[in-house]
């Protein structure tokens, strides 16, 4: 028997992403997915098949025999993901695995692989009311741009990170740091990022956002305005004026329709800003970290005039902020200058009720990607009738199981939730580009009516077994 460390080493080629690794025998490629063991190559994650069930306190398993701590998809059968299942590079290959299993009497066919994503990116909603940057602002992950501050929406900030020009269109350390903090976010990892002439956002999917060094608590129960409808009344026998301050609306009650229709006179104290409608103000300050979303320190800012021919002396006025975070309580003495008083038991109810109806802050984490050839070809001999497919509703997208959002129009664009798929679902491949899980889901019929690779279907026994691991290389790559 040969001495074997005296025989040379073999290298494999792994032709599962444009990079071709050549690995040496114990050496994992660039991706750390794919390694050789022997002389041949294998997969070093396990083939995620979730045990979906009806029943409360079912398990989602990997039949690998690896532990796996993911979330639950509820259904009535095992379902095979693509997370370990490999890629379809280059475009010629069926998909690495297409599984067949009986449904209910209907021949189902599941095609799995890991998609490799260059046109991908996260949409990440933020829940704060603070200024974290302007809208369209540059957001850099290790100092390099990755993406940009996108329209607010209630209650939440938004960001759109990565996208091809980030990955590819720019400098080497510009596609790497964009990679890196793309891959982090979709694992549900915690990432820094500073937004040009804004803040400091650490960002990690289901948990609060930390801004500028300070942990988010509460999302916003709704603009100035609608706090005004929401409280009224329980303010109404307590004080005679309520100002909820916020950066986008702020709301007076009394000049507010929600103040008329309770009869409340009006008090005179008229706010700064730019007057909508009765009793909502915009641009009562600049954006900030304060209160509301505001730069305001001092709530009394904000006021502009006391009218002497409409307020009186002992006016109670409260002034709140649309998470209950921050409150003042003032009244008039005689000479009508608003004096600070300590909150009384009636108003200190409605402050923590107004916190009480704020939802939690967290951050929320959506992979979006376009799947295109190798994803398509992987599938079926003619990709179009895929992308039909899907659109008809004939064929289901998941990804790592998880139900996915197809947009409308050309192609299969899809967008994710990575809470809803299992944990480190996501890998790279140093082109860069993310590598992401991808189930087409339809009828035997209607996979053979789209001219898929019905040769290469297993039954979904056949897949249950370590045998899985090895992948037989195209030939010509050793």
Request: charged share 25%; aromatic share 6%; net charge negative.
């Amino acid at each position: 028997m040969a001495d074997r460390e005296n025989t040379p080493i073999e290298k494999i080629r792994c032709d599962a992403c444009p990079v071709m690794c050549y690995i040496a025998d114990g050496r994992s490629g660039a991706c750390d997915r794919y390694a050789n063991h022997a002389g041949q190559l294998v997969r070093l994650d396990p083939l995620t098949i979730i045990e979906r069930t009806i029943e409360v306190g079912g398990q989602a398993v990997s039949f690998l025999g690896e532990d796996w701590e993911g979330d639950l998809v509820h259904a009535s059968r095992p379902f095979v993901t693509a997370v370990g299942a490999g890629t379809t590079y280059p475009d010629y290959k069926p998909a690495p695995f297409i599984v067949s299993q009986d449904i209910d009497g209907v021949d189902m066919v599941t095609v799995v692989t890991e998609g490799i994503f260059s046109y991908c990116g996260v949409k990440v909603k933020i829940d704060t009311d603070r200024h974290i940057g302007e809208e369209t602002a540059i957001v850099r992950a290790g100092g390099e741009p990755v993406g940009h501050v996108m329209t607010a929406e209630y209650g939440s900030k938004m960001l759109s990170l990565g996208g091809v020009d980030h990955l590819t269109g720019g400098s080497k350390a510009e596609g790497r740091e964009t990679c890196d903090a793309l891959l982090k976010l979709c694992n549900r990892e915690a990432v820094e990022l500073m937004i040009d002439d804004g803040a400091s956002v650490i960002v990690q999917a289901g948990m609060p956002p930390v801004i500028d060094g300070e942990m988010e608590r509460l999302m916003r129960v709704g603009c100035g305005s609608a706090a005004i409808g929401m409280f009224a009344k329980q303010w109404q026998r307590h004080v005679d004026e309520v100002i909820v301050v916020d950066d986008h609306i702020t709301g007076v009650l009394t000049e507010h329709e929600a103040g008329k229709q309770l009869d409340m006179p009006p008090a005179g104290i008229r706010v700064r800003g730019r007057r909508s409608t009765p009793g909502r103000y915009f641009q009562v300050a600049e954006p900030g970290t304060a209160w509301g979303g505001t730069d305001i320190e001092d709530p009394l800012v904000l006021i502009k005039k006391i009218d002497p021919k409409v307020a009186w002396p002992g006016l109670r006025l409260l002034m709140v902020s649309t998470t209950g975070e921050q409150w003042a309580y003032y009244k008039l003495d005689d000479d009508l200058v608003l004096r600070p008083e300590p909150l009384t038991p009636a108003l200190q109810t409605s402050v923590d009720r107004v916190a009480e109806n704020c939802e939690p802050s967290v951050c929320s984490v959506l992979f979006m990607g376009g799947a295109g050839g190798s994803l398509r070809a992987g599938v079926t001999e003619n990709p179009v009738g895929l992308t039909r497919s899907v659109k008809s509703a004939l064929t289901r997208v998941t990804c790592g199981g998880a139900d996915a959002y197809v947009w409308p129009g050309g192609g299969i664009t899809v967008m994710v939730d990575v809470l809803e798929t299992p944990e480190n679902a996501f890998g790279y491949v140093p082109t860069p580009a993310l590598v992401a899980p991808i189930e087409f889901t339809m009828r035997r019929k209607d996979y053979a009516e789209l001219g898929g690779h019905l040769e290469h279907v297993q039954d979904v026994e056949d897949v249950l077994s370590n045998d899985v691991r090895h992948v037989k290389p195209a030939s010509g790559c050793r």
